[in-house]
Each structure stands twice: as C-alpha cells, then as structure tokens.
C-alpha cells in the first residue's frame, strides 16, 4: 500500500526567508506522481507543483521547487522568499496504481 | 476560467437524512474523484471516475454511501442514512493524464454536518 508522510505538523518561517516542508512516500510502483497542494484557511486546495517519477529534473513552478531524491522516496516542497499570503496548510500526495494520497499535512506561518 | 462546482455548499442535517452532495467537473476532464477530509483523518479518497467508469471505490463505507456518474457533467455522492461521523468536507475534483498521474482541479467542497 501507498504511504505519504510529513513529520512537520507545524513550520514558522520569517518573511522573504525560504522554508522547506519535509515529504516522505513509500511506494512499490515503478510509475507515480508527486504533488504539492496548499489549503488556505478559506479551505479550498490549490495546486502547487507535479514531479514525475521519472523526471530527471526537479520541479520548479515560480516560487515554488520540489527536492526530489528518488533513491530517499522523498519530494520536498521548497518555497523561496516567503510572503505572508504563504500561510496555510500543505499537503503532499502521490498518485500511483489509480490510488491517491495525501499526508497529513503541515501548517506554515509567515511571521512578519 | 473553468471551475469544479459543488453543491450544496453547506448542509446541516438530522441522523437518519439521506444526503446528496452534487458535483459538475470540469469540461474535457476525464476523471472525478470524491474526497472526504476530517482533522482527525485528513483527506481520504472515497471513490474515483475515470470516462464516467467507477474505477476505485474501496475508500467509501459501502454499506450507506454511493458515488454515481450518471452523465459527463455531474457526479454525486449520496449518504443514506447519514450519521454524526459522517459530518466532514467532501471534495469532488475532476482532472486529466499528467504523465503517469492525474492533474486534478478541487472544488469548493461541500460542508457536511450531521446532528
């Protein structure tokens, strides 16, 4: 079975730094999808960034970059000079064997 | 520019109710999923569409939920009879093939609350 992890259930991040959320999966199939998603508190779920696992290069989506370590089944998401719009919560799935999934999430504060 | 819509958008209802939550993806996508999310368990996929086929469903109590396609631009899922922990946001998301995976657009969701 498909397992997505995220340790962090909570990050703070000063504005304008750079923050790095922590995603873990585990997987038997050779073919998947890495996503990143983020839920403001209005609730509704935004895409943020797609890795294939046979993308040589990592993902990259404006401010937004995915760490992909294949051998370490682990994706983080990377977001570069944080804003205060940034806070919100942030899921992690893989799409594997017509089975999604998503971690459990973790919470980011901007602080000003 | 093109939206999932999910109706209703809030609903309050009484143990026992039976509830349908509807949803309309979006034009030209080819999968619809449902989506169930909780604190407590997070986001937990009930059941998934592909070409109007249910393909996975095993996420879904069988016993009082449904999920049915009846045409391209609606999708609904039923409960009956409802009961308190059923109370959560379901999510309905339509998407498209990105590589060996599925892009999905989310809906707003569909605030449930059994009493």
């Known amino acids: 079975a498909q397992k997505i992890t995220q340790t962090q259930p909570g990050m703070f991040v000063q504005e304008k730094e750079a923050v790095t959320l922590d995603c873990t999966y585990d997987t038997s199939d050779p073919s998947y999808g890495l996503f990143w998603y983020k839920q403001p508190s209005s609730g509704e779920m935004i895409f943020l960034i797609y890795q294939g696992s046979y993308d040589q290069q990592n993902a990259t989506e404006g401010r937004y970059s995915l760490n992909f370590q294949k051998a370490r089944k682990s994706a983080n998401l990377v977001i570069s000079a944080s804003q205060l719009g940034d806070s919100a919560m942030y899921f992690c799935?893989?799409?594997?064997?017509?089975?999604?999934?998503f971690g459990a999430g973790t919470r980011l504060t901007v602080k000003p | 520019d093109a939206r999932v819509t999910q109706t209703p958008r809030h609903k309050v209802t009484e143990m026992g109710q039976e509830v349908t939550m509807r949803c309309q993806p979006i034009l030209g996508h080819n999968t619809v999923f449902w989506y169930r999310q909780t604190m407590m368990q997070g986001l937990e996929l009930l059941a998934y569409?592909?070409?109007?086929?249910?393909?996975?469903d095993s996420g879904m109590p069988k016993d009082r939920f449904s999920a049915e396609m009846p045409d391209a631009t609606l999708a609904t899922l039923k409960i009956q009879p409802s009961e308190p922990r059923d109370s959560a946001v379901y999510f309905c998301?339509?998407?498209?093939?990105?590589?060996?995976?599925?892009?999905?657009?989310f809906g707003p969701g569909t605030r449930l609350t059994v009493l």
């Open positions: 799935a893989m799409d594997g064997s017509n089975d999604m999934r």
């Open positions: 998301a339509s998407g498209f093939p990105l590589g060996t995976a599925v892009r999905q657009f």
């Open positions: 569409f592909r070409n109007r086929a249910p393909l996975d």
